[in-house]
């Protein structure tokens, strides 16, 4: 019996110690992923059924833009739920065992910047013309309007989005990426790309598969400045984009 015991752990857990950190590291990955996947519908449910913690919160909303809120509150318990599953638990483990890895968000070189700029320069063009398909205006922005554009609505959803943005980067390119480089050697690249195409699911065909391309080249861009700070704000600076061109096309 203790044979099957002590053979079963080491099936599950590995013979070697690098092997026990690469079960723990992907454990905590994986159990953050379905918390922001469960979190996500379990607070949209909530909307949908009327509870009333949502009722308060579209309440408080209400009061502080005089506006109907929307689907703002739903958005902000969204966002809510990234900065939980996605950084929050994350972070607090990464403090724990690396704390030294938490230097990713560092300001890199200013010659890194460059390419970073590059990199956003081409992408203009591709973001205009995909802002035309019927995809892209069904999905874009999240944030819905009842009648005419609140833009107090508008800022205070983009400064909430961006913390998402801090969330979606710090997770893929931090935690997984820099943070358990030592782990997982040049492997955390693949590691942190395929988990971040799969989270684009559901969102138009053409952003899954800039997800691929943009998800391996930020990794890769971490891995060489060793910082996130360029590509969260790139990240932000697309999404922002995104959701002005949605806004002009429906104007339009």
């Not at 579209?58 to 506006?67: A, Y």
């Not at 892209?136 to 609140?150: Q, S």
């Not at 969102?203 to 891995?223: H, S, T």
């Amino acid at each position: 019996m203790k044979l099957f015991v002590k053979q079963t752990l080491l099936t599950v857990f590995g013979r070697f110690p690098q092997e026990k950190r690469m079960f723990i590291v992907l454990s905590i990955s994986g159990l953050c992923l379905i918390l922001r996947q469960f979190g996500g519908e379990y607070s949209s449910s909530l909307f949908h059924k009327g509870d009333d913690f949502v009722v308060a919160i579209s309440r408080g909303m209400f009061r502080l833009f005089e506006h109907d809120p929307g689907n703002l509150p739903q958005l902000f318990v969204w966002v809510v739920v990234q900065l939980l599953a996605l950084l929050i638990i994350p972070g607090i483990f990464l403090w724990i065992t690396r704390p030294k890895a938490f230097s990713f968000f560092k300001f890199p070189e200013r010659d890194a910047w460059k390419i970073y700029l590059v990199l956003f320069a081409l992408m203009l063009p591709v973001i205009f013309a995909v802002s035309f398909l019927d995809s892209f205006k069904a999905t874009y922005p999240f944030l819905e309007f009842t009648d005419e554009i609140n833009w107090g609505m508008l800022v205070f959803w983009e400064l909430i989005y961006a913390l998402q943005f801090i969330a979606i980067e710090f997770f893929f390119r931090g935690f997984l990426l820099l943070g358990m480089l030592p782990v997982f050697g040049e492997a955390a690249l693949a590691v942190s790309v395929l988990p971040y195409v799969m989270i684009h699911f559901g969102k138009p065909y053409p952003e899954i598969i800039g997800a691929l391309l943009a998800g391996w080249i930020l990794a890769r861009l971490a891995l060489k400045t060793g910082s996130i700070v360029p590509g969260i704000m790139i990240h932000f600076g697309v999404a922002l984009l995104m959701d002005l061109l949605a806004l002009w096309q429906m104007h339009n």
